[in-house]
């Protein structure tokens, strides 16, 4: 099982960028997929989720309204659009499995594989 995350880059304040997460050795299914982000000197936050069967999704506070996690099945490929994107944004980010649907999905302890992360820089 692995969980590969791509689409970071640098990107200037106000652009945006779209982050793939692609499982290897399951299918997405009955999963849910988080994506995380870990920004130098801090902790590993949560950022959203999707449970792909039914498309349930949940979001943090601070990416609200400006983030989009969506799902392609035919794909098995988990997605994560960000817009209006802030440099506070700046961070590894890391996509997650988690079995089943989870209302906890912010808790790390949820998730037993994590995707390598892939750097978003947002900067000027």
């Known amino acids: 099982v692995q969980l590969q995350a791509s689409g970071g880059g640098l990107v200037q304040p106000g652009g945006s960028l779209r982050l793939s997460c692609a499982p290897s050795?399951?299918?997405?299914?009955?999963?849910?997929i988080g994506w995380f982000r870990q920004a130098p000197g801090k902790e590993r936050e949560g950022v959203s989720s999707i449970y792909v069967r039914d498309g349930t999704t949940y979001y943090s506070d601070s990416v609200k309204g400006r983030f989009t996690v969506s799902r392609d099945n035919a794909k098995n490929t988990v997605y994560l659009q960000m817009n209006s994107l802030k440099a506070e944004d700046t961070a590894v980010y890391y996509c997650?499995?988690?079995?089943?649907?989870?209302?906890?999905?912010?808790?790390?302890?949820?998730?037993?594989?994590w995707g390598q992360g892939t750097l978003v820089t947002v900067s000027s």
């Open positions: 997650a499995r988690a079995i089943g649907l989870t209302g906890l999905w912010m808790l790390l302890s949820e998730y037993d594989y």
């Open positions: 050795g399951f299918t997405l299914d009955d999963h849910t």
